[in-house]
């Protein structure tokens, strides 16, 4: 989900603490028994990389969000929560003409991904790739966004699918804004602009 402490080297990092901790209480039984079965420590070892393996499942899909909500702090150091359905404003520009098109998009998150699905009345999107980030001068919470547009039939012969990306920036003190210029494979261009 970030890119300051990236998904590899989180579990990299819980796992040499976990090495760590496996070491010294490994070695701290062997020091208070040294006749103490070597199978019996391997059943500790064995048993607490399958309960540190469970927490990290457990706690990537399900539970990540309740401690972003416990320590709002997250939010700032790591990245913020954008998981939700989001008001969306498509300010387009093609050829000299332009307009605005209102439409919805949901982003779904993770510990480790984030995605984010567009929907309007005259298409639909989906993600391609998104990486997060923060601005390395300001500190601002950036979305990296590609996505593939399918245009839908409707009344008329459809457009076939385009692909786009975008920079969003997530501005905090205007109430959780998201906004960014975009551009597409059709060479068009434009900006975005998601309220919660």
Not at 40 to 52: D, E, Q, R, S, T
Not at 103 to 120: C, D, G, N, P
Not at 183 to 188: L, Q
Request: hydrophobic fraction near 45%; charge should be positive; include cysteine.
């Amino acid at each position: 989900m970030f890119s300051i402490l990236s998904p590899i080297k989180l579990v990299v990092l819980i796992c040499q603490i976990y090495a760590a901790l496996v070491l010294f209480i490994v070695l701290a039984l062997f020091f208070i028994d040294p006749d103490i079965s070597k199978s019996y420590l391997l059943k500790i070892v064995l048993g607490g990389a399958g309960i540190l393996e469970v927490t990290l499942l457990v706690t990537a899909n399900f539970f990540w969000r309740k401690l972003w909500a416990r320590f709002p702090v997250l939010n700032d150091y790591l990245f913020p929560d954008l998981n939700g359905v989001w008001s969306m404003k498509i300010h387009w520009s093609n050829n000299g003409e332009g307009g605005v098109v209102a439409a919805r998009a949901t982003v779904k998150q993770s510990l480790i991904s984030v995605s984010m699905e567009v929907h309007s009345e005259g298409s639909d999107s989906e993600t391609i790739l998104v990486k997060t980030s923060k601005d390395s001068e300001s500190g601002r919470p950036l979305m990296h966004y590609m996505y593939r547009v399918v245009p839908k039939s409707i009344g008329e012969e459809p457009s076939p699918p385009y692909e786009g990306a975008s920079t969003l920036k997530l501005f905090s003190e205007e109430g959780g804004v998201l906004r960014g210029n975009y551009f597409t494979s059709r060479n068009t261009k434009g900006h975005f602009v998601l309220i919660r």
